[in-house]
C-alpha cells in the first residue's frame, strides 16, 4: 500500500533547505541570466501540475520584479507560438517540467528555439531532455519523486523561481523571506499533523473546491487537482468571487470549499465562507492569521502565521492541500502511489 506519496509530503521543508543553500550566493547561471533578461517579458510554460505551478509564478513575478509575465500551457505554445513568441510578447521563457521528458513542453521549447526565443529549463530530473535544452538551465535533483503525483517537485520548483525573482529584483528581504519557509513549513506540519485526516474522516464529501485570487488561483488549481489525481474525486477551482457565477449551483451539504485568502481582497472572500456555508457546504480557510470573522464562519481554519509577505509564502498552503487528497484516497480504499489512468510522464 501507499507509501512514496506520504514520505514525499512530508520531506518539502529538507528540499526546500537544500535549496535556499544552494542559492545563498549568485550563481554564474543566475547572474548571466539577469544580465540578459533584466528587462524581458517573461513566459512561464508547463503543462498539468507544471502549468498551475505557472499560474502562480507568474502572479508572483509580475508583483515582486515588476516585469510582465503570462503563464503558458505547453500546448498552446505548439499550436499558437505566433501568439507569445518573441515578437508578441515572450522574450524569456520558463520551460517546467518534474520528468524533463514530458512530450508538450520539449515540442514547446523546439518550436521557441525557432523564434529566437530565450529558454531557461526547469527541471528534477539529470540527463533529461529538458535538462539540456535551453540556454539557462536549472536542475532540482533531490525533490524528484517516486509518486505519479507531483507534490515536493511543485513546491520546490516554484521556490527556485521565487528565489530568481528575488535575484531579478534585487530584494534580499525577500531571499531572507524565503529563507525561513523550511523551518516554518516544519512547525506548520507539526501543529497541523492529523488535521487533514480528522477533516476527511469526520465527514462525507463528494465535491471539493478550490477558490483563491491573484497567486492564490494557481494554488486552488493545483489543489483541484491532487484531489482528482489521488483520489478520484469531483474536484474544481474558481477565481474566488467567481464562484457566485453560477458554479455555486453545485454546493450542497457534501461539498467542502477550500479558501486559500488573499491579503488583497480584505472582506469580500470572508463574506463568500458564510455565503456558501448556508447553502450546506463545509469550509477550510487558508490564511496568514485568522480574524474574527473568518473564525467565525470557516468550519475549519488553517493559520500559517509565517510573518512574511503574500508572494512569499505560497509553497506554505500546498502540504494541507496535498494532505486532504491522500486521506481522501485513502478512505477511498485507493492507493495515492497508484493513481488511476495516470502515469508520471505524458508522451504524445
Given at each position: 500500500?501507499?507509501?512514496?506519496?506520504?514520505?514525499?509530503?512530508?520531506?518539502?521543508?529538507?528540499?526546500?533547505?537544500?535549496?535556499?543553500?544552494?542559492?545563498?550566493?549568485?550563481?554564474?547561471?543566475?547572474?548571466?541570466?539577469?544580465?540578459?533578461?533584466?528587462?524581458?517579458?517573461?513566459?512561464?510554460?508547463?503543462?498539468?501540475?507544471?502549468?498551475?505551478?505557472?499560474?502562480s509564478a507568474a502572479a508572483m513575478w509580475k508583483a515582486i520584479t515588476g516585469l510582465p509575465a503570462q503563464a503558458i500551457p505547453s500546448a498552446d505554445i505548439m499550436f499558437y507560438a505566433d501568439l507569445y513568441a518573441k515578437s508578441r510578447g515572450v522574450d524569456s521563457a520558463v520551460l517546467i517540467s518534474r520528468s524533463?521528458?514530458t512530450s508538450e513542453i520539449l515540442l514547446a521549447g523546439n518550436t521557441l528555439n525557432k523564434y529566437k526565443t530565450n529558454r531557461i529549463s526547469l527541471t528534477c530530473r539529470a540527463e533529461s531532455e529538458l535538462s539540456r535544452m535551453g540556454e539557462y538551465r536549472y536542475l532540482i535533483g533531490n525533490a524528484d519523486e517516486?509518486?505519479?503525483?507531483?507534490?515536493?517537485?511543485?513546491?520546490?520548483?516554484?521556490?527556485?523561481?521565487?528565489?530568481?525573482?528575488?535575484?531579478?529584483?534585487?530584494?534580499?528581504?525577500?531571499?531572507?523571506?524565503?529563507?525561513?519557509?523550511?523551518?516554518?513549513?516544519?512547525?506548520?506540519?507539526?501543529?497541523?499533523?492529523?488535521?487533514?485526516?480528522?477533516?476527511?474522516?469526520?465527514?462525507?464529501?463528494?465535491?471539493?473546491?478550490?477558490?483563491?485570487?491573484?497567486?492564490?488561483?494557481?494554488?486552488?488549481?493545483?489543489?483541484?487537482?491532487?484531489?482528482?489525481?489521488?483520489?478520484?474525486?469531483?474536484?474544481?477551482?474558481?477565481?474566488?468571487?467567481?464562484?457566485?457565477?453560477?458554479?455555486?449551483?453545485?454546493?450542497?451539504?457534501?461539498?467542502?470549499?477550500?479558501?486559500?485568502?488573499?491579503?488583497?481582497?480584505?472582506?469580500?472572500?470572508?463574506?463568500?465562507?458564510?455565503?456558501?456555508?448556508?447553502?450546506?457546504?463545509?469550509?477550510?480557510?487558508?490564511?496568514?492569521?485568522?480574524?474574527?470573522?473568518?473564525?467565525?464562519?470557516?468550519?475549519?481554519?488553517?493559520?500559517?502565521?509565517?510573518?512574511?509577505?503574500?508572494?512569499?509564502?505560497?509553497?506554505?498552503?500546498?502540504?494541507?492541500?496535498?494532505?486532504?487528497?491522500?486521506?481522501?484516497?485513502?478512505?477511498?480504499?485507493?492507493?495515492?502511489?497508484?493513481?488511476?489512468?495516470?502515469?508520471?510522464?505524458?508522451?504524445?
Open positions: 500500500m501507499t507509501k512514496h506519496t506520504v514520505e514525499e509530503i512530508m520531506s518539502q521543508p529538507r528540499i526546500w533547505q537544500s535549496l535556499i543553500k544552494h542559492n545563498e550566493n549568485l550563481n554564474g547561471t543566475t547572474a548571466d541570466l539577469i544580465k540578459n533578461a533584466s528587462d524581458h517579458s517573461f513566459g512561464f510554460i508547463g503543462s498539468g501540475t507544471s502549468y498551475y505551478l505557472s499560474l524533463g521528458t517516486k509518486s505519479v503525483v507531483m507534490t515536493r517537485s511543485f513546491t520546490s520548483m516554484l521556490l527556485q523561481i521565487q528565489i530568481l525573482a528575488s535575484r531579478f529584483s534585487g530584494n534580499q528581504s525577500f531571499f531572507d523571506q524565503l529563507s525561513s519557509l523550511p523551518d516554518i513549513g516544519t512547525a506548520l506540519m507539526g501543529k497541523n499533523n492529523g488535521l487533514a485526516e480528522e477533516i476527511i474522516s469526520s465527514n462525507s464529501f463528494t465535491k471539493f473546491i478550490y477558490l483563491g485570487h491573484g497567486p492564490h488561483f494557481g494554488l486552488a488549481s493545483e489543489g483541484m487537482l491532487k484531489v482528482k489525481e489521488m483520489s478520484v474525486a469531483h474536484s474544481e477551482a474558481y477565481h474566488s468571487l467567481e464562484f457566485r457565477h453560477g458554479p455555486m449551483s453545485l454546493v450542497d451539504k457534501d461539498t467542502l470549499i477550500i479558501y486559500l485568502l488573499s491579503d488583497h481582497t480584505g472582506d469580500a472572500e470572508i463574506k463568500l465562507i458564510g455565503e456558501m456555508n448556508a447553502l450546506g457546504a463545509k469550509s477550510i480557510a487558508i490564511c496568514e492569521t485568522a480574524n474574527t470573522a473568518v473564525s467565525a464562519n470557516a468550519d475549519y481554519v488553517v493559520e500559517l502565521n509565517s510573518g512574511v509577505e503574500e508572494n512569499a509564502r505560497l509553497i506554505l498552503a500546498l502540504p494541507i492541500l496535498q494532505q486532504l487528497a491522500y486521506h481522501n484516497a485513502l478512505k477511498k480504499g485507493m492507493d495515492p502511489d497508484e493513481p488511476r489512468n495516470l502515469t508520471q510522464v505524458v508522451t504524445l
